[in-house]
């Protein structure tokens, strides 16, 4: 198993998902949990499109955390 950052962005209609690590990976959704559930498909047809290409899958080198400051 690989656990990849992904970056969430909430729009004024959707929600809007990026994978850093795997350039291109995106997707979208109309809630947060529909987007969750859109890009873990997103990234698995990513990955089986790579492997069925013969290329080889990226390591997962970002990570993701918070700051906190006050404003």
Same mark, same amino acid.
């Given at each position: 198993? %690989?656990?990849? $950052? /992904?970056?969430?962005?909430?729009?004024?209609?959707?929600?809007?998902? =990026?994978?850093?690590?795997?350039?291109?990976?995106?997707?979208?959704?109309? %809630?947060?949990? $529909? /987007?969750?559930?859109?890009?873990?498909?997103?990234?698995?047809?990513? =990955?089986?499109?790579?492997?069925?290409?013969?290329?080889?899958?990226?390591?997962?080198?970002?990570?993701?955390?918070?700051?906190?400051?006050?404003?």
């Amino acid at each position: 198993m %690989t656990e990849y $950052a /992904v970056i969430y962005e909430q729009g004024d209609t959707n929600w809007g998902a =990026i994978v850093p690590d795997l350039p291109g990976c995106v997707s979208i959704g109309p %809630t947060f949990d $529909a /987007v969750q559930e859109n890009v873990k498909e997103a990234i698995e047809l990513y =990955i089986e499109t790579l492997r069925e290409r013969g290329e080889p899958v990226p390591a997962a080198k970002h990570r993701l955390g918070s700051v906190r400051v006050a404003v």
